[in-house]
C-alpha cells in the first residue's frame, strides 16, 4: 500500500522560511518521480514543484521559482520541500505526491497524502 506522510507545516512570517517532509512506503521510491502540490482554501490543487526518480531533474511552478527547493533522499525513501521568501499566497495545505508535474485536473487524480498546512501571516 503507497502511504505518503507530510509533516513540517506551520505558521511563517512572509519573508520567512519552513521545510517540509515527506516519508514514502509501499512502492519503489527511487523510481518514482515525486512532487509537491497545494490547495489553497476555496481553490483548485497547484503544482508546485517535481523531481524525477533516479535522474532528480527538477521543475518549478513560475509561483515559486527562486524561492522554493524541491530534493529527495532515496536511502531514506524522503522528499522534501525547503520554502523560502514565504508569502502570503504560499498559505494552503500541502500534499506530496507521485508524479512530476501537471495541471490540476492532473495532480487530482495523484496518490498524495494527508497534507501539512502551511499558513503565511503576519
Known amino acids: 500500500e503507497v502511504q505518503l506522510v507530510e509533516s513540517g507545516g506551520g505558521l511563517a512570517q512572509p519573508g520567512g522560511s519552513l521545510r517540509l517532509s515527506c516519508a514514502a512506503s509501499g512502492f519503489t521510491f527511487s523510481w518514482a518521480a515525486m512532487s509537491w502540490v497545494r490547495q489553497a482554501p476555496g481553490k483548485e490543487l497547484e503544482w508546485v514543484a517535481g523531481i524525477s526518480g533516479t535522474t532528480r531533474v527538477l521543475h518549478y511552478a513560475d509561483s515559486v521559482k527562486g524561492r522554493f527547493t524541491i530534493s529527495r533522499d532515496n536511502a531514506n525513501n524522503t522528499v522534501h520541500l525547503q520554502m523560502a521568501n514565504l508569502k502570503f499566497e504560499d498559505t494552503g495545505m500541502y500534499y506530496c505526491?507521485?508524479?512530476?508535474?501537471?495541471?490540476?485536473?492532473?495532480?487530482?487524480?495523484?496518490?498524495r497524502g494527508q497534507g501539512t498546512q502551511v499558513t503565511v501571516s503576519d
Open positions: 505526491a507521485k508524479g512530476l508535474m501537471g495541471s490540476s485536473e492532473i495532480v487530482a487524480r495523484w496518490t
